[in-house]
T-cell receptor, first 114, second 115 residues
Framework: KAGVTQTPRYLIKTRGQQVTLSCSPI?????VSWYQQTPGQGLQFLFE???????NKGNFPGRFSGRQFSNSRSEMNVSTLELGDSALYLC?????????????FGPGTRLTVL | AQKVTQAQTEISVVEKEDVTLDCVYE???????LFWYKQPPSGELVFLIR??????QNEISGRYSWNFQKSTSSFNFTITASQVVDSAVYFC????????????FGKGITLSVRP
């Protein structure tokens, strides 16, 4: 069974630009969560999608948004990039959600904002 | 609000030593879930264990064991006879129950196992 895949793996952008990251969950998983990992703040929850609906959202500004498609693939978008958005963005999938089943993580997308 | 504290930031041991990684959590929920993840240098978080708040039985899986104590709000992880391949960052996480759940992570513990 293929694991969670994320594309691209690395990305370099400049301030003010926008970026879209993609996540393909494990087949059959309907819940996709996104996390941001930085050395200073650690792992922080961004949002979770289930059956194309956002069920939960973390404390991030509106520049961070996401969506989920009917095949459970998910994208997250960051607009008007800031230097502080440089981070490893991790996607995780599970059958029904973090509290119901274990979450499996992808390798992450490392975003560098110059 | 939920909180996970991993007071140890870095631990260094010599191969074959036993090592315990501490995790203390805070939650007002009566039903919750606790997790441990391993993040090797490659960056991908690897799921190790999920435990619900009603199951206080300790668990052993090979060289790994977990001690869950609700009375002290702790969920500690012990690696027996550590190996170099155990070198990684280990995260403890907490999730509330229900559909709108998310993982709240601790800051992580960097474990270095020297040959």
């Amino acid at each position: 069974k293929a694991g969670v895949t994320q594309t691209p793996r690395y990305l370099i952008k400049t301030r003010g630009q926008q970026v879209t990251l993609s996540c393909s969950p494990i087949s059959g998983h309907r819940s996709v969560s996104w996390y941001q990992q930085t050395p200073g703040q650690g792992l922080q929850f961004l949002f979770e999608y289930f059956s194309e609906t956002q069920r939960n959202k973390g404390n991030f500004p509106g520049r961070f948004s996401g969506r989920q498609f009917s095949n459970s693939r998910s994208e997250m978008n960051v607009s008007t990039l800031e230097l502080g958005d440089s981070a490893l963005y991790l996607c995780a999938s599970s059958f029904s959600g973090p509290s119901y089943n274990e979450q499996f993580f992808g390798p992450g997308t490392r975003l560098t904002v110059l | 609000a939920q909180k996970v504290t991993q007071a140890q930031t870095e631990i260094s041991v010599v191969e074959k030593e036993d090592v315990t990684l501490d995790c203390v959590y805070e939650t007002r929920d009566t039903t919750y879930y606790l997790f441990w993840y391993k993040q090797p240098p490659s960056g991908e978080l690897v799921f190790l264990i999920r435990r619900n708040s009603f199951d206080e039985q300790n668990e052993i899986s090979g060289r790994y064991s977990w001690n869950f104590q609700k009375s002290t709000s702790s969920f500690n992880f012990t690696i027996t006879a550590s190996q170099v391949v155990d070198s990684a960052v280990y995260f403890c996480a907490l999730s509330e129950a229900g559909a709108n759940s998310k993982l709240t992570f601790g800051k992580g513990i960097t474990l270095s196992v020297r040959p």
